[in-house]
T-cell receptor
Framework: AQSVTQPDIHITVSEGASLELRCNYS??????LFWYVQSPGQGLQLLLK????DTLVQGIKGFEAEFKRSQSSFNLRKPSVHWSDAAEYFC???????????WGLGTSLAVNP | IAGITQAPTSQILAAGRRMTLRCTQD?????MYWYRQDLGLGLRLIHY???????GKGEVPDGYSVSRANTDDFPLTLASAVPSQTSVYFC???????????FGPGTRLTVL
């Protein structure tokens, strides 16, 4: 069965430090990949997506993600974290000819001043 | 209306009562979804609709029903609410191109 794993439930970083959030998926072919962010009390907002082509994709708010087929990973990165980046981050996959997404359980990011 | 609206924003409900959560979109997206979000469990799909007139069950459909009479509206009904349905409910839409989903602001429901 298709699945998405976000190994880190909670991460704390200092403001200005770099960030990498991990996402691994289970699927035989290349899926469509997404990262969403959820600020406290808010809905989910799309950060970036990968469909095909260049494996390094740029998103909003200075985030990027790299698709690595050999590792079945789609890790999210940001070179310098801002206090406003504190939020919940979700990785999602569409791995089939349907319109449903498979979601990871999320990683909660805290940012120390 | 801009994007996806959900109503109410929050609600406290007595167990056994009937409740309908409303979701309306103005993006003309074909597909719509209802999720519940619970701490430690992430997002779980309740029901979905690929196009007006059709609906399907997600992974946690029991106790919920939906209808899709038109493109814009996708109400979620709890026929007889139970405390385990206390959650935050999100409505989402998708145009189908690329499968990305767009989310409403959510409804926080407490069943006592």
């Amino acid at each position: 069965a298709q699945s998405v794993t976000q190994p880190d439930i909670h991460i704390t970083v200092s403001e200005g430090a770099s960030l990498e959030l991990r996402c691994n998926y289970s699927y035989g072919a290349t899926p469509y990949l997404f990262w969403y962010v959820q600020s406290p009390g808010q809905g989910l907002q799309l950060l970036l997506k990968y469909f095909s082509g260049d494996t390094l994709v740029q998103g909003i708010k200075g985030f990027e993600a790299e698709f690595k087929r050999s590792q079945s990973s789609f890790n999210l990165r940001k070179p310098s974290v801002h206090w406003s980046d504190a939020a919940e981050y979700f990785c999602a996959v569409n791995a089939g000819n349907n319109r449903k997404l498979i979601w990871g359980l999320g990683t909660s990011l805290a940012v120390n001043p | 209306i801009a994007g996806i609206t959900q109503a109410p924003t929050s609600q406290i409900l007595a167990a056994g009562r009937r409740m309908t959560l409303r979701c309306t979109q103005d993006m003309r997206h074909n597909a719509m979804y209802w999720y519940r979000q619970d701490l430690g469990l992430g997002l779980r799909l309740i029901h979905y609709s690929n196009t007006a007139g059709t609906t399907g069950k997600g992974e946690v459909p029991d106790g919920y029903s939906v209808s899709r009479a038109n493109t814009d509206d996708f109400p979620l009904t709890l026929a007889s609410a139970v405390p385990s349905q206390t959650s935050v409910y999100f409505c989402a839409t998708s145009s189908g191109r690329g499968y990305e989903q767009f989310f409403g602001p959510g409804t926080r429901l407490t069943v006592l």
